[in-house]
C-alpha cells in the first residue's frame, strides 16, 4: 500500500502536466525533420539573417498547431530578447481588414511605448504599420506576425494580407508572416496578387505515430525520480506504468482510442480522465482506469437506445438487418412483418405480437432515431407502407444485443 499522501502528489503532478501544452509536446519536438525544428530555423533565420519570411501551419483541430508555435516563440523570445516584437491576429476576431490593422497598430504602439489613436482610418493605420516595419527592420529587429485561424483572413478584399506581404518585399523591412489553419487548402484561397508575395511555405500537421503516442506516454505518466516523491514509490510507480505499456490489450485501448480521435488533444483528454480514476489507495495507475476512460469518453448514443429497447423493438432491428443481407435497400413495415413472422414458425418463439402492437414498436424505433424513411414524401403516405432504412450498422446492433439486459440468447445469433 502507497501513502495517500504521495498517490495524491503523483496525480496532481500528471494532471499538471497534462495542462501545460508546453511540456506535452515537448517531446515530440527533438527530432530534427519535426515542425518545431524547422518552424525555428525559418523564424530564427529571418532574425540573424535580417530576411523575411511566410509560412503556413496547416494540419486538423487538436494537432498541436499552436503549441509548437507557442514552443517555438518561447524558445526565439529567450534566445533573442530584444530582437523579436510579437504581433498576435486571430480570424474569429479580426477577419474585417480595418479591425485588424487596427489590432496591428495598438499592439505595435503597445510593444514600443507609443500612443495609439483610436480615430485613426485604415489607410493610417496601414502607413503606421509600414513605417513600423521600416523602423524595425533597420534597428535589426524583427516583426513576427501570428494569424490564427488564417482562412478566415481570405475572406473579402484580402486588404490586409496585401498589405502585410507588400511590405514585406522591402529590403529594409524584417517580419514573419505564420498563419495557422485547419484547411489544408488555405493558400488556395489567396488572391493572385496576395499568393504572389506569399513564399508558399507549409508545414503539415498529420496524427501521431504509434512511437510518438508512446514516447509521449512515458514522457507525461512517468513520475520523476529525483523529485520531492518518494524515491521507491516513483521507481515502482514507473516500473508499473512500462509493464502496462507493453501489455496488448493496454495497446488495443490506446490504438482503439487513436482510430476513434488521433488528435494529440483529444488523447491529452482522454489521459486526464483515465489519470482522475486512478485509485489512490493503491497508488498507481491500472488498466482498467483507462479501460473505463475510453468507455465513458467514446459515448455512442445509438447504442445506448438500444439499451433501452424493448424485446419486440430489437426483433424489428434485426428482421430489418436481415432485410438488408439479403440486398433488400428498400423495404416497409410490411416486409419487415413477413420476416418477423418467418423467424417465429422457424424457431417456434413465444415473442408473438399482433400487427397492431409491432406497428407502435415499429413507430417507437422510428422515434428513437435508429430508422429513418428512405424516401421524402412527408406525411403523405401510411407509415406501415413508406421505405425504410436502418441508420445503425450491423456491428453496432450485434454489440448492443450482447450488452441488451434481457435479449434471447438465439435472436443474439441472429444478428451476428
Given at each position: ?208 505515430s504509434e512511437e510518438d503516442i508512446y514516447r509521449l506516454l512515458d514522457h507525461v505518466l512517468s513520475l520523476p525520480v ?119 414458425d422457424s424457431f417456434q418463439t413465444s415473442d408473438y405480437y399482433s400487427q397492431d402492437v409491432c406497428l407502435r414498436a ?55
Amino acid at each position: 500500500m502507497v501513502s495517500d499522501n504521495a498517490a495524491e502528489k503523483a496525480l496532481n503532478l500528471i494532471r499538471s502536466r497534462l495542462c501545460n501544452p508546453n511540456f506535452i509536446f515537448r517531446p515530440l519536438c527533438n527530432s530534427p525533420d519535426s515542425n518545431y525544428s524547422k518552424l525555428k530555423f525559418i523564424v530564427s533565420s529571418s532574425v540573424t539573417e535580417a530576411c523575411n519570411n511566410s509560412v503556413l501551419l496547416l494540419g486538423p483541430r487538436g494537432s498541436g498547431k499552436v503549441a509548437v508555435l507557442d514552443l517555438v516563440l518561447e524558445d526565439l523570445l529567450l534566445e533573442y530578447p530584444d530582437m523579436i516584437t510579437l504581433i498576435r491576429l486571430n480570424g474569429l476576431l479580426h477577419s474585417d481588414d480595418n479591425s485588424a490593422v487596427k489590432e496591428i497598430a495598438r499592439q505595435l504602439c503597445v510593444e514600443h511605448q507609443l500612443l495609439f489613436s483610436k480615430m485613426a482610418s485604415f489607410d493610417d493605420n496601414s502607413e503606421f504599420m509600414i513605417a513600423m516595419l521600416r523602423e524595425c527592420g533597420l534597428a535589426h529587429k524583427t516583426i513576427v506576425f501570428v494569424l490564427d485561424e488564417f482562412d478566415l483572413f481570405t475572406q473579402g478584399k484580402q486588404r490586409l494580407l496585401y498589405a502585410l506581404l507588400d511590405a514585406m518585399q522591402s529590403v529594409t523591412s524584417q517580419a514573419v508572416v505564420i498563419g495557422v489553419s485547419c484547411r489544408l487548402d488555405a493558400d488556395q484561397l489567396l488572391e493572385k496578387r496576395v499568393k504572389s508575395r506569399f513564399s508558399h511555405r507549409k508545414l503539415l500537421f498529420l496524427p501521431p505515430s504509434e512511437e510518438d503516442i508512446y514516447r509521449l506516454l512515458d514522457h507525461v505518466l512517468s513520475l520523476p525520480v529525483d523529485s520531492s516523491l518518494p524515491h521507491d514509490y516513483a521507481i515502482e510507480f514507473n516500473a508499473k506504468l512500462h509493464s502496462m505499456f507493453s501489455d496488448e490489450r493496454f495497446r488495443q485501448v490506446i490504438n482503439s482510442y487513436m482510430n476513434f480521435s488521433p488528435a494529440v488533444r483529444h488523447l491529452v483528454k482522454f489521459l486526464f480522465r483515465a489519470a482522475s480514476d486512478m485509485d489512490l489507495k493503491l497508488g498507481y495507475l491500472s488498466f482498467e482506469n483507462f479501460k473505463s476512460a475510453i468507455s465513458s469518453l467514446q459515448r455512442q448514443p445509438k447504442m445506448e437506445c438500444l439499451r433501452d429497447c424493448s424485446i419486440l423493438e430489437l426483433y424489428i432491428l434485426v428482421c430489418m438487418k436481415r432485410l438488408e443481407v439479403k440486398e433488400q435497400n428498400s423495404y416497409s413495415f410490411s416486409a419487415v412483418m413477413k420476416e418477423y413472422k418467418s423467424i417465429h414458425d422457424s424457431f417456434q418463439t413465444s415473442d408473438y405480437y399482433s400487427q397492431d402492437v409491432c406497428l407502435r414498436a415499429f413507430e417507437h424505433v422510428l422515434q428513437r432515431g435508429l430508422v429513418c424513411f428512405a424516401d421524402g414524401r412527408g406525411r403523405i403516405q401510411s407509415t406501415e407502407f413508406r421505405p425504410v432504412k436502418l441508420l445503425i450498422s450491423f456491428a453496432e446492433i450485434s454489440q448492443g444485443l450482447k450488452a441488451h439486459h434481457s435479449c434471447p440468447a438465439f435472436l443474439q445469433k441472429l444478428a451476428s
